[in-house]
């Protein structure tokens, strides 16, 4: 019996929804960062990029546990000298909940070449709306 290697031009892509209602942050974002890298599939291959679609909806809704709220931040640098930001996940979420979800789940995924070209196939809304409705995406469950 032969080993089964997958190859970009033979993968088949789904598209699924998933609803962060009340779903802790991090288990989103692991869940999510599966799917995109195709783990959850029996024709996973490392260096193949065969993970699915995902749409996550109700970014506002999501929940992080304990104290990360005030204690947990969102840091990047400006390029400049002493370019340093820091935004507490408390603002973070109150205003961008979109960029918080879609920054971990970018940092489960590999960093490099292939981990940049799957995070392309997340799309993540603030409400219960999105426009994907042609792609018809099935419901993915978190718990």
């Known amino acids: 019996m032969k080993t089964y290697m997958a ?4 993968v088949e892509r789904k598209w699924y929804v998933v609803d962060a209602t009340n779903v802790p942050l991090g288990r989103l ?13 029996p024709t996973f291959t490392p260096n193949v990029d065969t993970g699915d679609f995902v749409i996550v ?15 947990k931040y969102y ?6 000298i002493g370019g340093l930001k820091e935004i ?3 603002k973070l979420v109150a205003e961008r909940s979109d960029l918080a979800v879609y920054e971990a789940v970018r940092g489960m995924l590999p960093k490099n070449s292939l981990g940049r070209q799957m995070i392309k196939k997340l799309r993540v809304y603030k409400d219960g709306n999105h426009n994907h409705t ?4 099935e419901a993915l469950k978190i718990f």
């Open 134 to 137: 042609a792609q018809k995406p």
């Open 57 to 71: 909806i109700n970014a506002d809704k999501v929940l992080l546990t304990g104290k990360k709220l005030e204690n």
């Open 75 to 80: 840091r990047y640098h400006t390029g400049y």
């Open 29 to 41: 974002a692991s869940k999510v960062a599966a799917v995109l890298r195709g783990k959850n599939k």
């Open 7 to 10: 190859n970009a031009q033979t």
């Open 88 to 90: 507490s996940y408390g």
